[in-house]
């Protein structure tokens, strides 16, 4: 997700969520 743009984030966090059980955690450094 490091090459995700800054528009469809919210878009793919939600698709994450509604298809799976992972955590989600942004790494805004690396």
Known sequence: MSHTPLDRLEE???LIRNNSNIS?????QG
């Open 12 to 14: 793919y966090v939600e």
């Open 24 to 28: 989600i955690c942004f790494d805004s």
